[in-house]
């Protein structure tokens, strides 16, 4: 689990981030990005039911992309991290290769 003020938490500041945020996509992800003011960047991770039906495959892909940005280095926005579609294996591969494209690792 992320720190809690590198947490974008509440539906409002979810909504900002897709209302204004810019848009880039990858095989497997969506990052939508909006500079904040705070010198911290601060992430949500949003996989919808649309994705998968099983809160658990939601629940694993959240941990997984979690646990992936936690070695990269992450600039000073507000980031949403979409999931478009489940790999078929290998999540943790799958994710941080998109991951990477986006963020250097630390």
Not at 32 to 44: D, E, H, I, K, Y
Request: net charge positive.
């Amino acid at each position: 689990m992320l720190p809690r003020k590198h947490r974008l938490t509440g539906r409002r500041a979810v909504e900002r981030v897709y209302q204004i945020g810019s848009r880039q996509g990858g095989q497997f992800l969506f990052l939508r990005q909006v500079a904040n003011r705070s010198n911290t960047p601060r992430v949500a991770v949003v996989v919808a039911t649309a994705v998968s039906k099983k809160a658990t495959q939601r629940n694993r892909a959240k941990r997984v992309i979690r646990a992936i940005l936690k070695d990269l280095r992450l600039p000073a926005a507000d980031l949403v991290v979409s999931v478009r579609h489940l790999p078929p294996d290998n999540w943790y591969q799958f994710f941080r290769k998109d991951l990477v494209r986006w963020f250097p690792e630390r």
